[in-house]
């Protein structure tokens, strides 16, 4: 058995996970074994979708030639993978859709959040997937920033102030597609690194700089690339709009709403806009601004704190 901490859970699991931060530990949070699972939920507060079924305490995905995953009270999850896959792909589905089912049934909300560190607490970067999150964290780490998290943030209240949402960050390895090696001027990884065979994304490992201590937020930013203008451009929200996009960032959204998590989503997301400034950065989709980003973003935090 491996032992590991992620997403700020300590992990009991038969399969080795190199994305993981290895851990020592007496009781673990949440375990992960192979096995047979359901081949359907039942109960009247299920939702079906298409190779996927939940409910507030189970979750079930069936993905074709790599695995079926079943995740239940938030502490287990059984995997049942198909000969013929590769293991990448076999963790990297864990990694994402059956931990996020972990941490929602643990009431958790993991966002959809990349970040980096900022003088005694953090700052995220969100959006939807492609949006470039990964891409203006390497370009800033380039610049001398230490990562926190890249692609999920999971939040919690302080246990010293429920009022203070903290971040926990997942594991430490980022995801890059090809072009954000060629827009941030770093070295391109090897094939070795692809995060799933005949997928031109790539891992980028810091295990040696990873803190796995939560921190407090300092300041949020929105990516959005649909603007119509011919330069980035940086505004920050108002509170409901704040809201609204923090909401939509939450990681798998949809079991979200199957696990009847959305009054506790409110609470932390209402807590969080409501103490820290969450700022829109507007750019053009097909333009390359990374460097007009990242001046944007390191005048912001020199400006502000």
């Known amino acids: 058995m491996f032992k590991y901490w992620g997403f700020g859970l300590h992990i009991l699991s038969e399969i080795e996970f190199p994305e993981f931060m290895a851990a020592e530990f007496e009781q673990p949070d949440i375990k992960i074994s ?124 302080s246990a010293n102030n429920p009022d203070l949402i903290m971040a926990v960050p997942s594991y430490p390895m980022m995801k890059l597609w090809i072009d954000s090696f060629n827009k941030t001027g770093i070295e391109m990884a ?56 923090l909401q939509r960032n939450t990681y798998r959204h949809v079991q979200m709403n199957a696990m009847k998590k959305r009054d506790f989503h409110f609470s932390i997301i209402s807590k969080l806009t409501a103490a820290v400034p969450v700022l829109r950065i507007s750019r053009p989709q097909h333009l390359n601004t990374v460097n007009e980003v990242v001046e944007l973003i390191q005048s912001t935090l020199r400006l502000n704190g």
């Open 190 to 245: 090897g094939e070795e690194d692809r995060i799933r065979p005949h997928l031109a994304k790539y891992a980028r490992f810091y295990h040696d700089e990873y803190e796995i201590a939560p921190r407090p937020i300092k300041r949020v930013f929105m990516l959005d690339a649909g603007s119509l203008e011919q330069q980035a451009e940086l505004k920050e929200m108002a509170p409901i709009e704040s809201f609204n996009a």
């Open 34 to 157: 192979i096995g047979a699972v359901p081949e359907r939920l039942a109960g009247e507060d299920v939702l079906h979708k298409v190779r996927v079924s939940m409910s507030p305490t189970e979750y079930l995905q069936k993905v074709i030639n790599v695995a079926s995953y079943y995740v239940a009270n938030g502490n287990e999850i059984r995997i049942d993978p198909n000969p013929a896959a590769d293991e990448k792909s076999v963790r990297l589905f864990l990694l994402s859709n059956a931990m996020a089912a972990v941490l929602h049934q643990r009431n958790l909300i993991p966002l959809h959040a990349s970040a980096i560190f900022h003088e005694d607490g953090v700052v995220l970067f969100c959006g939807p997937s492609g949006v470039g999150k990964s891409t203006i964290v390497t370009a800033l780490q380039a610049k001398g920033y230490k990562v926190f998290s890249d692609d999920v943030c999971v939040l919690k209240p």
